[in-house]
């Protein structure tokens, strides 16, 4: 302690270590809010998306650049189970590696939703 003050030695494992490690703890979190946030923001601003009709090859594009974060399931209006992707990983790869085989399902329910002739799915979002 010197002049009312205490300084803390930065190193390894000491206190300045256990702070810079919550501080990227906090990073993370608020990365995962703002990304949550803009998905939600991208969703409801957009009512119309339903209209376009969806595309195969961009769903597969999507499906391998982005796959493990869902992007894929967004394009097809599966909202919920693509923030499910976005936050495990593709639940944890083998999720994305079955959307391979699901992509075609995924469209058609989407150009239902369209159409307005939906058929519930155990696939549904």
């Known amino acids: 302690v010197w002049g009312g003050r205490v300084d803390v030695a930065v ?10 490690a919550s501080a990227a703890a906090e990073v993370v979190v608020m990365t995962l ?3 949550v946030a803009l998905v939600l923001a991208v969703m409801y601003s957009l ?8 595309r195969m090859s961009t769903a597969y594009v999507l499906w391998g650049l982005f796959g493990v974060l869902g ?6 209006h599966h909202w919920r189970s693509g923030l499910v992707f976005m936050l495990t990983g593709g639940v944890l790869g083998v999720g994305w ?3 391979l085989c699901l992509i075609r399902s ?3 329910t989407c150009s239902m939703r369209r159409e307005g002739r939906h058929i519930a799915t155990a696939f549904d979002s």
């Open 97 to 99: 590696l079955v959307d």
């Open 106 to 108: 995924l469209i058609q």
């Open 33 to 35: 809010y703002g990304v």
């Open 47 to 54: 009512p119309t998306a339903l209209e376009v009709p969806k």
């Open 11 to 20: 190193g390894c494992g000491g206190a300045a270590g256990l702070s810079n």
């Open 71 to 76: 992007v894929h399931r967004f394009y097809v």
